[in-house]
């Protein structure tokens, strides 16, 4: 290649790199989706240590930002154990801003291209940055029960985002085609909404609890725990009871497999995630447990997304025919194989959309 026609290409690439690198790669849609699973599963393990961060009093590690400390950038042998960890953590988010990074350019480089989920993609890497931000006010604050708990949600953002992200990968971009009735479509938004009060509340819980994230003295939040306690299993009690409702419905009108499924594992995770609640609530909070109920939070929330999204489908992801391809192994339920057809009413009321005795053709996997 001539110095004439390098040039050029390297302004290029400088200027706008991702499209510099979409012009001349195109991903396989299972890549894409590959993609999108490694900036979930980093949003999963950014939570899961954070978490191991305030359980092992490593809050205040490295006590300021973006410095560790107010004449170094990183942990120092001085700062102990403490330090390593809570500057471990800092450092995973780079790990994490590179995969939501891999994420970012396989949907943008994907074609046809689909812009609803490179945006998808693009938020992430906004609410990576914004955390980082509400981090280092956590740490500025001295660890205020407030701002640990925005630091939760914000990361709670991330991972529904992720989630969307790799869900949607594995779909298509036609219009959304229900797969239940209008009933089981409310109940189930309802019980997402529920849902997310039930993660709300465990901040609550830890930001009046004993695990303040430092050995020193912190303050917390000005509720009483025990009320705070009580609040968040009465909100999961609402979710499982939820959950069988929908349950009950979809076997009841011989609804399709894949929302089945997806309400089974919601109900298995849920139920896991109450019987470490309930142990570790019995035996005085222990650390392992404490950080196992958060990673159980972040799966429940993972769960209950699958759920919602799917009550519809929306074929295969643009460009593939082979379900295998387009799965990589990763089953999802709006592109499984149509092996079989079966005759499901639709339940609920009449709707626009749904008349009192329609029935819909939906396919199976045998």
């Known amino acids: 290649m001539s110095a004439v026609h390098l040039v050029p290409n390297l302004f290029e690439l400088v200027r706008n790199p991702i499209a510099y690198i979409s012009k001349r790669w195109t991903?396989?849609?299972?890549?894409?989706?590959?993609?999108?699973?490694?900036?979930?599963?980093?949003?999963?393990?950014?939570?899961?240590?954070?978490?191991?961060?305030?359980?092992?009093?490593?809050?205040?590690?490295?006590?300021?930002?973006?410095?560790?400390?107010?004449?170094?950038?990183?942990?120092?042998?001085?700062?102990?154990?403490?330090?390593?960890?809570?500057?471990?953590?800092?450092?995973?988010?780079?790990?994490?801003?590179?995969?939501?990074?891999?994420?970012?350019?396989?949907?943008?480089?994907?074609?046809?291209?689909?812009?609803?989920?490179?945006?998808?993609?693009?938020?992430?890497?906004?609410?990576?940055?914004?955390?980082?931000?509400?981090?280092?006010?956590?740490?500025?604050?001295?660890?205020?029960?407030y701002t640990v708990a925005g630091h939760f949600l914000l990361a709670t953002g991330l991972l529904t985002v992720a989630t969307l992200t790799w869900l949607r990968a594995g779909e298509g971009d036609t219009d959304p085609r229900p797969l239940a009735g209008i009933t089981v479509r409310k109940l189930v938004r309802a019980l997402t909404v529920t849902a997310a009060l039930l993660v709300a509340a465990g901040t609550v819980v830890t930001g009046s609890g004993p695990h303040a994230g430092d050995s020193s003295k912190v303050p917390r939040m000005p509720v009483d725990p025990e009320t705070a306690t009580q609040v968040h299993a009465a909100l999961a009690w609402i979710v499982v009871a939820l959950t069988l409702a929908v349950w009950l419905l979809l076997r009841a009108f011989d609804a399709p497999s894949g929302p089945r499924r997806r309400t089974r594992e919601f109900l298995t995770v849920l139920l896991a995630q109450g019987v470490i609640g309930y142990v570790q609530y019995f035996t005085d909070l222990p650390e392992v447990l404490v950080g196992l109920h958060l990673l159980g939070a972040a799966l429940v929330w993972i769960a209950a997304l699958r759920l919602l999204l799917s009550l519809r489908e929306r074929g295969l992801p643009p460009g593939v025919t082979d379900v295998a391809r387009a799965t990589d192994g990763t089953e999802n339920r709006s592109i499984e194989a149509p092996t079989r057809a079966a005759v499901a009413r639709i339940p609920g009321p009449a709707a626009a959309d749904d008349e009192p005795d329609r029935t819909a053709t939906v396919t199976e996997p045998r």
């Open 27 to 145: 991903p396989a849609p299972a890549t894409v989706r590959r993609a999108a699973l490694s900036a979930l599963v980093m949003s999963v393990v950014i939570i899961v240590t954070g978490g191991a961060v305030r359980l092992t009093s490593s809050g205040l590690g490295c006590d300021t930002w973006p410095k560790c400390s107010s004449d170094s950038l990183y942990a120092t042998a001085e700062m102990g154990v403490h330090g390593a960890i809570e500057f471990g953590n800092r450092m995973l988010t780079y790990v994490l801003s590179a995969a939501v990074g891999w994420a970012i350019v396989a949907t943008r480089a994907a074609k046809p291209r689909r812009r609803g989920l490179s945006r998808l993609a693009w938020s992430q890497f906004w609410l990576v940055m914004g955390n980082a931000v509400i981090g280092g006010v956590t740490v500025l604050t001295g660890l205020n029960p």
